[in-house]
């Protein structure tokens, strides 16, 4: 009798549709199989938006690193060029320094010449004057040793 009654609820289990006992319960395989696949297409879209954003983001940090090259680039040649005008300014201004100083060494010889003229001139006087007294002196002596020797003579 066992048996039979197991052989019986076997053949009835047989009989009724599978998906009856699942489907109420929400444990159908068909389900799980859609979530399993829409899981999938999530994933590929996020992985798609996930590229696409990676691929934006290095073309923006492409273009700013391009940006900031030639900011960097336009800077180093406004640089130069101040650094250019600096340069002719400082020789410029060396230049009119240098043509000061060389109108003042001028001057400063001009002056030193001047002066040594006035010196020499009045050396040139002084040995002239002591010159003049010598010879009177000298005449002076000759008068006497003339006047000294006509004595002798007249004597």
Not at 6 to 29: N, T, Y
Not at 103 to 108: T, Y
Not at 136 to 149: G, I, L, N, Q, T
Request: hydrophobic share 35%; aromatic share 4%; proline share 1%.
């Amino acid at each position: 009798m066992k048996k039979i009654i197991v052989f019986l609820f076997a053949v009835v289990l047989m009989f009724i549709p599978r998906f009856a006992f699942a489907a109420d319960k929400g444990l159908h395989l068909g389900g799980l199989e859609k979530e399993e696949k829409k899981a999938k297409i999530e994933e590929k879209k996020a992985t798609h938006q996930v590229e696409k954003e990676a691929k934006k983001a290095e073309k923006k940090a492409a273009r700013e690193t391009k940006m900031i090259q030639k900011k960097t680039e336009r800077q180093t040649r406004i640089g130069e060029k101040k650094a250019g005008k600096e340069a002719e300014i400082a020789n410029k201004k060396s230049e009119k320094e240098a043509e000061i100083a060389k109108k003042k060494a001028e001057k400063e010889a001009e002056t030193a010449k001047k002066k040594a003229e006035k010196r020499a001139e009045i050396e040139k006087k002084k040995a002239e004057r002591q010159a003049e007294i010598a010879a009177k002196k000298a005449e002076k002596e000759a008068e006497r040793a003339a006047k000294e020797a006509a004595q002798e003579l007249g004597q």
